[in-house]
Nanobody, 121 residues
Framework: VQLQASGGGLVQPGGSLRLSCAAS????????IGWFRQAPGKEREAVSC????????YYPDFVKGRFTISKDNARSIVYLQMNNLTPEDTAVYFC???????????????WGQGTLVTVSS
């Protein structure tokens, strides 16, 4: 399984970004894609997850209503649409694959490289 995250960049507060996680070599045993982030000096935390076989999604409270996870099955891409961004959302964002959605990053074995999101005026 290979995961490629992209779409990060610099955005002003209140702005939006869409991150992409392209999966290759994917197996039916790893249908859940999670998005995580890690800010400097902080632990990695979950921001969303999608179980691609039943479309069940997970969002922690601090992103509910602002972040939306979705998939493009034909292209094997999972997106994270992030709206109303704040400076507190600044972090390196990663995608990861597992058999089910877990909020604990330690549960995930397959990770993509991170993509940096900077929210600043």
């Amino acid at each position: 399984v290979q995961l490629q995250a992209s779409g990060g960049g610099l955005v002003q507060p209140g702005g939006s970004l869409r991150l992409s996680c392209a999966a290759s070599g994917f197996t039916l045993n790893r249908p859940a894609i999670g998005w995580f982030r890690q800010a400097p000096g902080k632990e990695r935390e979950a921001v969303s997850c999608l179980s691609t076989n039943n479309d069940i999604t997970y969002y922690p409270d601090f992103v509910k209503g602002r972040f939306t996870i979705s998939k493009d099955n034909a292209r094997s891409i999972v997106y994270l649409q992030m709206n109303n961004l704040t400076p507190e959302d600044t972090a390196v964002y990663f995608c990861a694959a597992h058999s089910s959605c877990y909020s604990d990053p330690a549960m995930y074995t397959y990770w993509g490289q991170g993509t940096l999101v900077t929210v600043s005026s």
